[in-house]
């Protein structure tokens, strides 16, 4: 919130009524902002607290095939994604941070040096404090929206980056329990066969 009512009165004196309209209609846009970024700011911390529930349990799921079948692609894509998407939570949390943001209402103590000039000149001085206010929550609300999606969009993408990082683990670690069955080496079938050739 400025400190003092702004300086910026035009030449000729600003109607009484016309500056309670444009006063009123300040605090209109300025209680807007504030509703918009409280629910920008429920929609990024829904996100985020749903992305980190996922993540951990791809992270969960993927140490725990590993476990029972050793096979390392596995583990290395799913902690991947599993990171990948923990990072776009962290982004999506970020968005939901705290910032200085300016809300409609006056300071009391911001009208003491001006208790003695025209009523419109002061409403118009804190009109324009308020398009100040204005420009400066929407370059807030801008900034986080752009975190939001970008988060989102990270956290999204993580599934098929997995899948990705599995297939390129999958041809560098050849001799993975998934490579060596899609060979038939260590098929049920050929398991089977040798167990029951006559001796």
């Given at each position: 919130?400025?400190?003092?009512?702004?300086?910026?009165?035009?030449e000729?004196?600003?109607?009484?009524?016309?500056a309670e309209k444009v006063l009123y209609q300040g605090e209109l846009y300025l209680q807007a902002q504030f509703e918009a970024a409280l629910a920008s700011d429920q929609r990024a911390m829904t996100m985020a607290a749903f992305f980190a529930s996922v993540a951990a349990a791809i992270a969960a799921g993927a140490i725990a095939y590993w476990d029972k079948s050793s096979e390392l692609p596995i583990l290395i894509a799913g902690l991947s994604g599993s990171a990948l998407m923990a990072v776009g939570a962290c982004i999506c949390l970020w968005a939901a941070r705290p910032v200085d943001f300016y809300f409609p209402g006056t300071h009391p103590k911001c009208w003491e040096s001006v208790l003695h000039r025209p009523l419109?000149?002061?409403?118009?001085g804190e009109a324009q404090n308020y398009?100040?206010?204005?420009?400066?929550?929407?370059?807030?609300?801008?900034?986080?929206g752009k975190l939001l999606y970008r988060g989102a969009n990270l956290s999204a993408a993580s599934p098929l980056i997995a899948v990705a990082i599995w297939l390129l683990s999958a041809s560098i670690y050849p001799s993975s329990p998934a490579a060596a069955a899609s060979d038939g080496s260590r098929s049920p079938s050929s398991v089977d066969a040798s167990s029951h050739t006559p001796q």
């Open positions: 919130m400025n400190d003092s009512l702004s300086n910026d009165v035009p000729e004196s600003v109607p009484l009524d016309v419109s000149d002061v409403l118009w398009q100040d206010n204005i420009e400066k929550n929407a370059a807030f609300l801008e900034q986080n």
